[in-house]
């Protein structure tokens, strides 16, 4: 009764039941540089990003428990997808999320590994319910991005999709979609995963600071040194 949207999440889901699709370019240029100065995979690195972005934002984790209540969990996991150059395929896989880089890099690059050559749509077992779909289209920088997703009770968790990163005017820029139910969240809400706060190592070891004032995202390995940042454009 005291949730600030709850008007708002019975108007999208009754009289006007509809979801919608953001997409902007992210400036990943300090990221892309430091990703191939330290020799990491981009997609883990920039799974962790997303998934980071996405703990950052209650509106994002929102979902309903077994007896129906609306509410939203502490963390959420990626469940994200692999390709199969051989036949040209995919499959969904996941690896839990840790707010240390370093933890999570290391078990998502060997899930990618254990999990390469399993063929079907859902592979890795026992994917919890507090999850977030990802995917990556690395063939194509799309300008937009539209779902058509009939389903009978609307899905709660963003669908997020980053495609090919490309350079532009000397930077490196990534396109970056959310579909997201629109009676959970609003633009206002949406748009914190591209303006995530920047982690500041000073006056907050141990997590992300979050507000308006920074635009970005520091990436941090447990000893404190810089692995990556990306800037929302």
Not at 202 to 211: I, K, L, S
Request: hydrophobic share 35%; aromatic share 16%.
């Amino acid at each position: 009764e005291n949730w600030e949207r709850r008007e708002h999440y019975k108007y999208y889901q009754t009289l006007v039941r509809s979801s919608y699709t953001l997409t902007a370019h992210l400036n990943i240029t300090k990221l892309f540089q430091e990703v191939k100065q330290r020799g990491l995979k981009f997609y883990p690195v920039f799974l962790y990003i997303t998934s980071s972005a996405v703990n950052q934002v209650k509106e994002m984790r929102m979902a309903k428990d077994s007896d129906g209540n609306l509410g939203y969990w502490d963390i959420c996991h990626p469940s994200y997808t692999i390709f199969h150059k051989d036949d040209c395929t995919f499959s969904d896989i996941w690896t839990e999320y840790s707010e240390d880089f370093s933890v999570f890099y290391a078990n998502c690059v060997k899930d990618m590994e254990d999990w390469k050559d399993v063929k079907g749509v859902k592979t890795k077992p026992d994917k919890p319910a507090n999850f977030t779909p990802i995917s990556c289209l690395p063939w194509l920088s799309q300008t937009s991005m539209a779902y058509d997703t009939p389903v009978s009770s609307p899905m709660y968790f963003p669908v997020i999709l980053f495609g090919k990163y490309f350079e532009q005017n000397a930077e490196v820029l990534i396109p970056f979609s959310a579909y997201v139910p629109h009676c959970v969240a609003d633009g206002y809400h949406t748009r914190g995963i591209w303006n995530c706060g920047a982690y500041d190592a000073t006056t907050n070891p141990t997590g992300f600071n979050t507000g308006d004032a920074t635009h970005g995202i520091a990436v941090r390995t447990a000893d404190g040194s810089a692995v990556a940042f990306a800037d929302g454009t």
